[in-house]
C-alpha cells in the first residue's frame, strides 16, 4: 500500500533549490494519505528517515481552449483535478537520489 500513496515527485527549479538548501522533497500524494501514511511511504520506498511532513490541497484552475472548427472558433472551458501536494523533510546526512532510486 505504501508504494500506491506515492503518486509522483515535483520536480522544479523550486523543488530543488529546497533538496539543496534545507533538505525538503515534495510529491503528489492521494488527495486521501494523511501525514503518518507520508511519512511512512516515503521512509520505506526510499529508505531514508523522515523529519517532518507538510501537506496542501491544491485547488484545480480552470483550463480554456480555443479551437478551429469549419471556419468557425469553438471556445470551451473546464476544470482541472485538485490534488494533495506533501512536503517532507528529511533527517540530518538523509537525502534521496529520484534518478538511482526509480524503479522502472
Known amino acids: 500500500m505504501s508504494h500506491g500513496i506515492i503518486i509522483e515527485p515535483i520536480l522544479s527549479e523550486k523543488s530543488a533549490l529546497f533538496q ?3 533538505r525538503k522533497y515534495s510529491f503528489r500524494v492521494l488527495k486521501s494519505a494523511n501525514k503518518i501514511d507520508i511519512k511512512r511511504a516515503v521512509e520505506s520506498r ?3 528517515k523522515v ?3 507538510a501537506t496542501m490541497n491544491m485547488n484545480g484552475k480552470v483550463k480554456r481552449s480555443t479551437m478551429r472548427s ?3 472558433v469553438i471556445r470551451t472551458e473546464g476544470p482541472r483535478a485538485s490534488w494533495k501536494k506533501a512536503v517532507i523533510t528529511l533527517k ?5 537520489d529520484f534518478f538511482r532510486d526509480e524503479q522502472a
Open 46 to 48: 526510499f529508505d531514508v
Open 70 to 72: 469549419a471556419g468557425r
Open 20 to 22: 539543496e538548501t534545507e
Open 92 to 96: 540530518e546526512g538523509e537525502a534521496i
Open 51 to 53: 523529519e517532518k511532513v
